[in-house]
Antibody
Framework: QVQLVQSGAEVKKPGSSVKVSCKAS????????MNWVRQAPGQGLEWMGG????????DYAQRFQGRVTITADESTSTAYMELGSLRSEDTAVYYC?????????????WGQGTLVTVSS | QSALTQPASVSGSPGQSITISCSGT?????????VSWYQQHPGKAPKLMIY???KRPSGVSNRFSGSKSGNTASLTISGLQAEDEADYYC??????????FGGGTKLTVL
């Protein structure tokens, strides 16, 4: 049974950074592309970026380039998403979601989501 | 990369069929057969319903089907049921090796 378990909710100040983790179990982590998708309150889904875990190769959505870093630790089957220079508009639920077999594969399992609130 | 275009809302009565469209460009929907559809109930994580334009993951009802013509993909739900009421999002792989989502469609079962 594949599971993605994310870290807990965070409250951050504007200008700071947040790092969210996503621990995978029940599958072969090295075959994953781990993606990060966010959803602002009442809004739609927005793809932020992904990492091909076996290679450590990343792709990011242009609007997050330079502000987001996605990493993966194969030894613990955990992926991380760090977002810097936080602003109020970054308040959202952040999801990790896996694809298997390349960055073009669909997101078939999702984490439970992590609420990040940015507020002074 | 601009978001794919979906209708904001659709509705149908139990037992009817509805179709949700998803319009993109040759750089995403039109260029690849890597269109996915996700269902999201309030407060829940999205669930994959259709991938590679028309394939269903194991466990997804065959009432859900997908298709594509040119730069527009479609999701059809037949035999509408109350539990189908949710938000639906299309997504496509792009020429930039990224994913792009549609704005989402709220399905109301009357």
């Amino acid at each position: 049974q594949v599971q993605l378990v994310q870290s807990g909710a965070e409250v951050k100040k504007p200008g700071s950074s947040v790092k969210v983790s996503c621990k995978a179990s029940g599958g072969t982590f090295s075959t994953y592309t781990m993606n990060w998708v966010r959803q602002a309150p009442g809004q739609g889904l927005e793809w932020m970026g992904g990492i091909i875990t076996i290679f450590g190769a990343t792709d990011y959505a242009q609007r997050f380039q330079g502000r987001v870093t996605i990493t993966a630790d194969e030894s613990t089957s955990t992926a991380y998403m760090e977002l810097g220079s936080l602003r109020s508009e970054d308040t959202a639920v952040y999801y990790c979601a896996r694809g298997v077999g390349g960055d073009h594969r669909p997101l078939d399992y999702w984490g439970q989501g992590t609420l990040v609130t940015v507020s002074s | 990369q601009s978001a794919l275009t979906q209708p904001a809302s659709v509705s149908g009565s139990p037992g009817q069929s509805i179709t949700i469209s998803c319009s993109g460009t040759p750089s995403d929907v039109g260029g690849y057969n890597y269109v996915s559809w996700y269902q999201q109930h309030p407060g829940k994580a999205p669930k994959l319903m259709i991938y590679d334009v028309s394939k269903r993951p194991s466990g997804v009802s065959n009432r859900f089907s997908g298709s594509k013509s040119g730069n527009t993909a479609s999701l059809t739900i037949s035999g509408l049921q109350a539990e189908d009421e949710a938000d639906y999002y299309c997504s496509s792989y792009t020429s930039s090796s990224t994913w792009v989502f549609g704005g989402g469609t709220k399905l109301t079962v009357l």
